[in-house]
Structure formats: C-alpha cells, structure tokens
C-alpha cells in the first residue's frame, strides 16, 4: 500500500479494518481507527450495562423467590407440627375408641347377630394391627 499521507505519531497512516477510511495508528498496532474503536467501546459498555442490569434484575428475583422459600419452609414445619399433634391425637383417641365400638358392637349385644359377629372381628383385627401381641 502506498503511503499518501506520511507519518504522525510516528507511525506511517493505514486503513481501518472496520471503515477503510485512513488514520494515523499512536502505537503502531492499531488495525481499526479511533470513532471504530470508541463506537465499538459504546457497543461493548452499552451490552455490559445491559447485562448488568438485566443480572441485577435476576439478583432481585432470587432474592423474592428467597424469601418466599423461606416462608414456605416455616408454613411447612408448621404444618409438620400440626399433622404431628393431629397423629399422636389420633394415636391416643384410637385404642378407648376401638375399646368402645368393640363393646357397642358386641355380638351378645346384637343377638349374635351375623354382622355383629363381622364388624366385632373387624374391630379387634383393628386393634391387634394397632396394638401386636
Ligand atoms: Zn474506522
């Protein structure tokens, strides 16, 4: 390539790789001119900013999905508890209730009563599935 405009900054002008206009090169190395270079500088801080922001909003969205994970966990533990009582409620009630519907059921009671007979065998299969042994 010829070298119609000569040195500055002591380097000899050249072509830019982006525009193809001519520009004198400060360190020598420089294949694009400086409006490519700052325009592309725009380019990059402008998707930079973008991405910060759009990481920003993410943050801000973990942070609410945080919390809300953090309520469901207490809601959970509370709900745990709950059943927790509930079963050992159960658990209580289960033995006198069967106790009582046994005797209400009893066979002497009904006439010997086929379905007395079966609901009364169904509820002491109940109890010894509670209570084995
Ligand atoms: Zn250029």
């Known amino acids: 390539m010829s070298k119609p405009w000569g040195n500055f900054y002591g380097h ?4 830019c790789d982006d525009c193809g206009r001519a520009f004198y090169p400060r360190q020598g190395w420089e294949r694009i001119c400086y409006p490519c270079w700052r325009a592309g500088k725009n380019a990059e801080e402008q998707e930079l900013s973008e991405q ?6 993410k943050a801000q969205e973990l942070r609410t999905l945080e919390g809300e994970l953090e309520q469901w ?9 709950r ?6 409620h159960a658990a209580n009630e289960w033995p006198g209730m069967l106790m009582r519907l ?4 009893h066979p002497d009671r009904h006439d010997n009563s086929r379905e007395a ?3 009364t065998r169904w509820l002491i299969d109940q109890r010894e599935r509670l209570h084995p042994g």
Do not use: T
């Open 12 to 15: 000899a002008a050249r072509e």
């Open 52 to 57: 910060a922001g759009a990481l920003q909003k």
């Open 73 to 81: 966990g207490k809601e959970l533990i509370e709900w745990e508890h």
């Open 83 to 88: 059943l927790k009582l509930r079963e050992q």
């Open 102 to 105: 046994i005797k209400l059921a």
């Open 117 to 119: 007979n079966d609901v």
